[in-house]
């Protein structure tokens, strides 16, 4: 189960009471490390990050894609995973529902990383579109959307691994025993990635969230956030520019020295009015 505060949780941003501020700009960094694995198989991209107008026009794209170890050519599966998104990102229709078009594009990766894998490598997937000072997403697998909000941590998407489902089968029954889960031993398999042969669960918002002044937010892989504690990742993002943010996570990471440390990857939006 997740640590964090959980989306439902995130102060209102979509009332009607809430007077309209000036547009969101953003300052962005990203953080990536190998750890203690032989090869980097995780992979990130941004869109339109340095220009002012594309941001306006067609938003600010940010994706981080973990290539799963333990299975084939982790790093295929992501890279591919990146550009089938970034390819649909470029011929989105901002009249239509946009969620609905990024749950295709993950579909539309799924199907690229399972053809060109035969069904035996995956990656985890996250997309997310700042378009008009809102925050719109969609993700597939174990990673992570964090959003640092004044003082607090949210965590905004839900991760699909054993654990999860196994706690939300617990409440579904009518039990509230998180020790059920944290006990299965196989808690950290991933239940749907990109490469799998029939993706059936795309979480995301039906409804973007309004962004404020000063929020943060950071996609990343659990090379991060399964490694350091909410407190520790809450005391980086209070640093003042995204740069420091990631300078200081990696700093955390490394001080673990985890045997097993596993890739690592980041990517910060700060948002300013």
Known sequence: MPKFNQTQDVP?????????????????ANLQGIGARQRQEDAFAFANVLDVVAIKNKGLLAIVADGMGGMKDGRLASDNAIEVIRS????????SDIFSQLKDALLSANERVYS????EGGSTAI??????????????GDSYLLLKRGPSLYLLNKLQ????????????????????????????????????DELTDIDGFVRPLRLRDSDVVMLCSDGVAG????????????NPAPE????????QIILRGLPYQDNYTALIIKCEN
């Open 227 to 238: 490694v350091l504690d909410e407190e520790t990742m809450l005391r980086c993002l209070e």
């Open 12 to 28: 209102p941003v979509n009332s009607p009471q809430i007077k309209k501020d000036r547009p969101i700009s953003y300052r962005v």
């Open 127 to 140: 997309v997310c579109l700042f378009y008009d000072s809102h925050l719109y997403f969609a993700s597939v």
């Open 116 to 119: 060109l894998l035969d069904g």
């Open 88 to 95: 649909a990102f470029e011929n989105l229709d901002y009249e």
């Open 161 to 196: 691994n054993v654990q999860h489902e196994v706690y939300a089968e617990t409440i579904r029954g009518g039990g509230f025993d998180p020790s059920i889960a944290r006990s299965d031993p196989e808690k950290a398999a991933v239940t749907q990635y990109l490469g799998i």
């Open 244 to 251: 420091q943010m990631t300078k200081e996570l990696e700093e």
